[in-house]
């Protein structure tokens, strides 16, 4: 309940309560006046003139006065204390339902906006979601206090220039949403959104600086698009999405037929933000056993979300929400301290895999970051492999050589994952320092069959032992896999033929089903 309405309610009850003594008083008046009540009271005083009545009811007449000044006292103090506190409940509901930089309503008012705009016979209407491109450069480089200084220009600009009945708010971050009430069609909302997109491309001068943003607007309709403000909300979502996909500053319509796809995605990134904050995501392993002996030399990490509302969510479906959604990086950090953080209990000799992204091999400060989730969890560096595909080297080969060099540096081993089936194998690893080869599972899947298949892989092992890297045979599931992949001398193998991904609990039961893995030689340990 707002302070206004809950005042009114308070003020309605006063006059009520004062409306029953007025009527109380005026029905005892007229009884009194019927029957003589006061001729009655002075002749009984008269005749009991002992019982001193005249002298009490002088006094209770002075007693009752004095109560009647001692009553508005306290009705004028009770005044200033409702007063002072109707006044601190809206100034607390003010901040409950308002921004406290821009001083535009919040997320809390948009919902409390909605539900009375929507309640009885709604007109139709758009919701906008904008966001400001280039600002997260902008608060890197001239610091918050100047993004701040943007945000509160920007959003009076917007908040003035929208037609009057229009909403907006700050959901957060550079992020605004719009209510358009005034746009009775989707040329007149985007004619909307393009004069508020001119209004925030206008330089914001800033001591003597000129800060310049644009704005990625997303659209959705009531009630096309949906009947509450969290689908709508969700599907404005997308469709910004898409426009900065498409190259930013451009106001996009959610599409149903063209975003299906996308909206998808969006869910599963918004998942995927749960899931990292709450904990559903996790690794589990699987083993990498030694050929020769059949023991297990380590445990590949692999990423499993289990959301309590989606329910299980496949790697191949977040994996790729969180590198569109910018989620890649947090999810790499959580899984590998997780996964370091359990694989430290495994007996000496037992390794770690994980898997790097793309994104991952791209980011400058990935030495540091791997570093630092060492250094945090006491796991050593030389029990950490990582893989990396092919693809994910070319996207920027120059980064890619420097981060994974400053990796060995540390002591982590580095293995090129799917090998055989990215761009210019040859080349990569002749330019690149590996520890292992991994030769992707379609090779393994018809080498036995094929015999094209059977000469790439044993080319693949061959290489392998004249460069001195172990290869490892993903995929394998039938015993004549495995036969095979011993007599041509690939050294480790992978595949559901040993075990499936297991959570962590599990792993002491293969260990001991299949024992441990002690290499020969093993490789001297450098200090983190």
């Known amino acids: 309940m707002s302070p206004k309405t809950f005042f009114y309610s308070m003020h309605k009850r006063h ?12 029905v005892l008046l007229v009884v009194m006046i019927e029957c003589d009540f006061f001729e009655h009271l002075v002749a009984f005083s008269f005749t009991h003139e002992e019982w001193q009545i005249d002298e009490c009811i002088t006094a209770f007449i002075i007693i009752g006065w004095c109560g009647f000044f001692f009553g508005f006292r306290r009705i004028a103090d009770m005044r200033k204390e409702i007063k ?80 009057k009945g229009d909403f907006i708010c700050r959901l957060g971050g550079d992020e605004f949403a719009v209510l358009l009430h005034s746009a009775k069609s989707e040329t007149a909302a985007h004619a909307i959104l393009n004069g508020l997109a001119g209004l925030i491309a206008s330089p914001v001068i800033h001591g003597s600086t000129a800060l310049t943003a644009a704005a990625t607007f997303g659209v959705s309709h009531y009630p096309n698009d949906g009947q509450d403000i969290s689908t709508l909300l969700r599907r404005a979502d997308v ?131 791997i570093e630092r989730i060492l250094l945090e969890t006491g796991f050593n560096a030389s029990h950490l492999e990582i893989e990396i595909t092919e693809t994910a080297i070319v996207k920027d080969i120059k980064q890619a050589k420097l981060n994974l060099d400053m990796l060995r540096e ?33 090779f393994i899947d018809s080498m036995v069959i094929n015999e094209k298949d059977d000469k790439i892989v044993r080319c693949m092992l061959g290489l392998g032992h004249g460069l001195n890297m172990p290869s490892i045979a993903e995929g394998i599931e039938h015993d004549y896999q495995l036969q095979w992949l011993r007599e041509a001398g690939c050294e480790f193998g992978q595949g559901f033929l040993f075990s499936k991904a297991v959570p962590n609990a599990e792993i002491p039961e293969l260990l001991n089903r299949h024992g441990c893995y002690i290499p020969q030689t093993p490789r001297k340990e450098p200090a983190i």
């Open 15 to 26: 006059f009520r309560d004062l409306a029953g003594i007025i009527a109380v008083g005026i």
């Open 84 to 163: 002072a506190r109707k006044q601190a409940q809206e100034e607390a509901y003010h901040l409950a339902n308002h921004d406290n930089l821009t001083h535009l309503p919040n997320r809390r008012a948009l919902n409390e906006h909605f539900a009375q705009t929507v309640r009885g016979m709604p007109e139709p209407f758009f919701l906008s979601v904008f966001d400001l491109d280039g600002f997260k450069a902008i608060n890197d480089i001239y610091g918050h206090i100047t993004g701040d200084k943007l945000l509160e220009e920007i959003s009076q600009r917007v908040a003035t220039a929208l037609p």
């Open 410 to 442: 540390l002591g982590v081993r580095i293995a090129v994952d799917d090998f055989g089936t990215g761009y210019s194998s040859m080349a990569q690893i002749s330019r690149f320092t590996f520890d292992k080869l991994k030769i992707d599972r379609e």
């Open 239 to 369: 469709a910004l999405y898409q426009g900065k996909r498409n190259g930013k500053n451009i106001i996009r319509f959610f599409d149903m037929d063209q975003d299906h796809l996308l909206e998808q995605q969006s869910m599963i990134a918004q998942a995927l933000r749960e899931a990292i904050e709450h904990g559903y995501v996790r690794p589990e392993y699987q083993p990498i056993v030694a050929l020769d002996g059949m023991t297990i030399a380590g445990f590949e990490a692999l990423a499993r979300l289990d959301h309590p509302v989606h329910g299980s969510i496949i790697p191949d479906k977040f994996i790729p929400a969180a590198e569109e959604s910018g989620l890649m990086t947090e999810l790499t950090d959580y899984l590998l301290r997780k996964a370091c953080i359990e694989a430290k209990h495994w007996p000496a000799g037992i390794y770690l895999s994980f898997n790097l992204s793309a994104i991952d091999l791209r980011d400058p400060l990935l030495p540091d970051r």
